[in-house]
T-cell receptor
Framework: EDQVTQSPEALRLQEGESSSLNCSYTVSGLRGLFWYRQDPGKGPEFLFTLYSAGEEKEKERLKATLTKKESFLHITAPKPEDSATYLCAVRAKGGGADGLTFGKGTHLIIQP | DSGVTQTPKHLITATGQRVTLRCSPRSGDLSVYWYQQSLDQGLQFLIQYYNGEERAKGNILERFSAQQFPDLHSELNLSSLELGDSALYFC???????????FGSGTRLTVV
């Protein structure tokens, strides 16, 4: 069974204080690892897709990296508007289904 | 606006009742996915449709069913509702080229 574990569950940072969020995964065959941002009461907003170990992607203050067992979302010099829940999900090989398996998320608060 | 439209945004109903949630995917997207998000379980994959046909089932209860119509919109039917069915229900769509998953803004269901 595919599993995704995110840590920490919650993180409080000061504005400008860089940090990393972790996503550990166990899948039978990875067809993509996805990062989403979710604001309260809203739908998840797509950030990145990573497909193979060693791959990195960046967008503004966010950078996602991937190894064979985990992914990191690095947040550099965050601002209060970066406060949200960050979700990691995997899409696994096999069968015709390609629904995502999500972790429970990291709730990030950036204090001014 | 993500391009995925879900209605209604909020729904309050009594236990034992039946409700229908509606989703219109992004223009041109053939795949529709339904997810349930509760506080303790996170985002759980329920069911996937592709071009009108059921493709895969996840953690969907027998009291729940879905369908996708010729115009590609989808409906999720929830019956014999229980208090524990209270949650956010999200629809996502994906293009035929295998791109990212785009989520709607969700329907908040409250069962009283």
């Amino acid at each position: 069974e595919d599993q995704v574990t995110q840590s920490p569950e919650a993180l409080r940072l000061q504005e400008g204080e860089s940090s990393s969020l972790n996503c550990s995964y166990t899948v039978s065959g990875l067809r993509g690892l996805f990062w989403y941002r979710q604001d309260p009461g809203k739908g998840p907003e797509f950030l990145f897709t990573l497909y193979s170990a060693g791959e990195e992607k960046e967008k503004e203050r966010l950078k996602a990296t991937l190894t064979k067992k985990e992914s990191f979302l690095h947040i550099t010099a965050p601002k209060p508007e970066d406060s949200a829940t960050y979700l990691c999900a995997v899409r696994a090989k096999g069968g015709g289904a390609d629904g995502l398996t999500f972790g429970k998320g990291t709730h990030l608060i950036i204090q001014p | 606006d993500s391009g995925v439209t879900q209605t209604p945004k909020h729904l309050i109903t009594a236990t034992g009742q039946r409700v229908t949630l509606r989703c219109s995917p992004r223009s041109g997207d053939l795949s529709v996915y339904w997810y349930q998000q509760s506080l303790d379980q996170g985002l759980q994959f329920l069911i996937q449709y592709y071009n009108g046909e059921e493709r895969a089932k996840g953690n969907i209860l027998e009291r729940f069913s879905a369908q996708q119509f010729p115009d590609l919109h989808s409906e999720l039917n929830l019956s014999s509702l229980e208090l524990g069915d209270s949650a956010l229900y999200f629809c996502a769509s994906r293009d035929s080229a295998g791109g990212g998953y785009t989520f709607g803004s969700g329907t908040r269901l409250t069962v009283v």
